[in-house]
């Protein structure tokens, strides 16, 4: 008799699919303001503009991450929309606590304030998702 184990649903099926393109726009939005601030702006405010194209990395991989799902890309999954929650979250409250403390604003500035809270909201949705497709259906529990 072999041993059951759990299978997931794909990351990028269903749902997931609406996620993937979300994450997309927002990798696409995050890449060009930051590319463009790398290269005019820079020396007005470094941190904020390294700041601003870590999360464009980070949208980008997760992108990549969510619409493949195998077990390798879903660990990567993981990770990057980890980081991206805590990276908003801690960037938003130290904005909000100094206005002044990035020289500029950056993606996760004031919560995502920018870009219409979508970076604060679309982290927690994505770890909620990888949850939820973590879990086996009883369908495929008995295949």
């Known amino acids: ?3 059951q184990r759990t299978v997931g649903r794909r990351t990028g099926q269903g749902f997931g699919r609406v996620l993937v393109t979300v994450y997309g ?20 405010a470094p941190v904020a503009y390294t ?3 870590l ?17 390798t890309w879903r660990l990567v999954a993981w990770i ?8 908003v979250v801690t960037v938003g409250a130290l904005s909000l606590a100094d206005a002044q403390a990035f020289g ?14 979508v970076p604060l909201v679309l982290p ?11 879990r086996s259906t009883p369908e495929e529990r008995t295949a």
Do not use: C, D, H, N
């Open 124 to 134: 927690f949705v994505g770890l909620w998702w990888l949850w939820r497709t973590s």
């Open 51 to 53: 700041l601003s194209t």
């Open 55 to 71: 999360a464009a990395v980070v949208y980008v991989v997760a992108t990549f991450a969510l619409a493949i799902g195998s077990p």
């Open 80 to 87: 990057t929309v980890g980081i991206e929650a805590v990276g």
């Open 104 to 117: 500029e604003s950056t993606v996760w500035s004031g919560f995502g304030q920018g870009y219409g809270y």
């Open 25 to 44: 726009i927002l990798a696409f939005a995050a890449l060009g303001r930051s590319s463009y601030e790398l290269v005019v702006k820079f020396t007005e």
């Open 1 to 3: 008799m072999m041993a």
